[in-house]
């Protein structure tokens, strides 16, 4: 038995299936029918999930990276340099991450599966702060993925704007997703947790915090 947090296998591989699903629902199951998915990440599990999918030879155009201020992974997809900076306190606290723990999975599949190769990589990381990746590699990671840092006021902003349009309330986290996907066709961004958890975000976008799922409603006043 463990925990099914961010970086058990178990949890990325049950995460795998969102993909197929989606892709289902709006494919049709047509193999000709592509589609790319947005994912708010802070610890690269679900969006790795994404890259498994796709490697498996689900019909995905891109991958989106969306994160916040906490920028470390948009920073390394459009420069290959991956740097870990200040843990920044934002409305998607989730994804206040700077080294993300899935992060060197990928790098096993960017390095040719060599374990050597990574491990000389994640050394880099600790002793100077910093990994980087060039040329073909770099490459290789923007043909894999698109990034984007989205920030708390552009998060607030897409709140606003999809409750005005569809009446529907995102969490802070899945904002994040849907601005980062904003002009891109053919996109399922991914969400991933309930408004109700954040109560910060709710009033200061649209006034108002969301209401708890109905399972819960109730649940503060029993014995």
Request: aromatic letters at 10%.
């Amino acid at each position: 038995l463990g925990a099914v947090n961010s970086i058990n296998w178990a949890r990325i591989l049950a995460q795998m299936v969102y993909y197929f699903y989606a892709w289902g629902r709006v494919a049709g199951g047509d193999p000709d029918h592509h589609l790319s998915f947005a994912v708010p990440t802070g610890n690269f599990g679900d969006v790795f999930a994404g890259y498994m999918a796709k490697r498996m030879g689900l019909p995905v155009d891109r991958l989106i990276i969306a994160t916040n201020r906490n920028d470390i992974l948009s920073r390394f997809v459009h420069g290959g340099v991956y740097a870990a900076g200040e843990v920044y306190p934002t409305l998607s606290p989730a994804m206040d991450i700077q080294i993300a723990s899935n992060f060197e999975r990928y790098l096993y599949f960017l390095l040719d599966e060599d374990p050597v190769a990574v491990r000389r990589l994640l050394e880099e990381m600790a002793q100077g702060g910093s990994l980087a990746v060039e040329g073909q590699r770099l490459a290789q990671t923007q043909a894999d993925f698109d990034a984007r840092a989205v920030s708390d006021e552009e998060t607030l902003a897409q709140i606003r704007e999809t409750f005005a349009h569809l009446g529907y309330i995102l969490d802070p986290h899945t904002a994040t997703g849907v601005r980062a996907a904003r002009g891109q066709p053919n996109v399922i961004c991914l969400a991933t947790a309930h408004p109700a958890k954040f109560a910060e975000a709710g009033p200061l976008a649209i006034g108002r915090a969301a209401p708890p799922p109905p399972a819960l409603r109730g649940l503060r006043e029993k014995e």
